[in-house]
């Protein structure tokens, strides 16, 4: 049972380049997260899947896409990279959108942009 | 909207001392409440959690008590231990979205 995984692990691009980070679980849980993680800025919701099929903006959606290929994939897109997007993003999931539920994330992807 | 404050760090403590580490939150209704906690180079974990007033989540020696009076759940250790070090996250879930709001986090650093 590997939990959530994520890849890269470690991604350094250039300004304006494009890529998609990929996340997996094989938990079957039904709700999966982005996050992004900034020193003294705890963790930030980017964008959120409650369930396969549907997909809504979190706190800082702007410049990135997602897509919830299937329950167990959940796959985020930076279109066109900016400094400002330098962070280490988590992928979570949880089993069902519902409060009383912990999330479980991934080890996280560390994205340099310059 | 929804946030949550945790006291600011980092905290460093020698082994067997006394942890606190405080956390207040702002929300309507009843959330549920949570601490995760990170090791370097990882990804968060659960530590603890609780989902109604007055309760009290503990795993490994941790605890804290849901207290809705005060709004608070602060964190408590009687005795950390060096393999304790990482940074402490404190979170609640308000809507059955499963969105969750996050502190900033508190690093402790527990020394021999």
């Known amino acids: 049972n590997a939990g959530v995984t994520q890849t890269p692990k470690f991604q350094v691009l250039k300004t304006g380049q494009s890529m998609t980070l990929q996340c997996a679980q094989d ?17 930030r919701l980017i964008y959120y899947s409650a369930s396969e099929g549907t997909t809504d903006k979190g706190e800082v959606p702007n410049g990135y896409n997602v ?6 994939e959940f796959s ?7 400094p400002s997007q330098t962070s280490v993003y988590f992928c979570a999931s949880r089993e069902q959108a519902n409060l009383s539920y912990e999330q479980y994330f991934g080890p996280g992807t560390r994205l ?3 | 909207g929804d946030s949550v404050t945790q006291m600011e760090g980092p905290v460093t403590l020698s082994e067997e001392a006394f ?15 949570f601490w995760y906690v990170q090791y370097p180079g990882e990804g968060l974990q ?4 609780a989902t109604k007033a007055d309760d009290k989540g503990s795993n490994k020696g941790f605890e804290a008590t849901y ?4 709004t608070s759940f602060h964190l408590e250790k009687g005795s950390v231990q060096v393999s304790d070090s990482a940074v402490y996250f404190c979170a609640l879930s308000r809507t059955n979205a499963g969105k969750s709001t996050f502190g900033d986090g508190t690093t402790l650093t527990v020394k021999p």
């Open chain 1, 27 to 43: 938990m079957n849980h039904n709700s999966m997260y982005w996050y992004r993680q900034d020193p003294g800025m705890g963790l």
């Open chain 1, 67 to 72: 897509s919830r290929l299937n329950k167990r």
């Open chain 1, 76 to 82: 985020l897109r930076l279109e066109s990279a900016a």
């Open chain 1, 112 to 114: 340099t942009v310059t």
């Open chain 2, 19 to 33: 942890l606190t580490i405080n956390c207040t939150y702002t929300a309507t209704g009843y959330p549920s409440l």
């Open chain 2, 46 to 49: 659960l530590l603890l959690k």
């Open chain 2, 67 to 70: 207290r809705k009076e005060t």
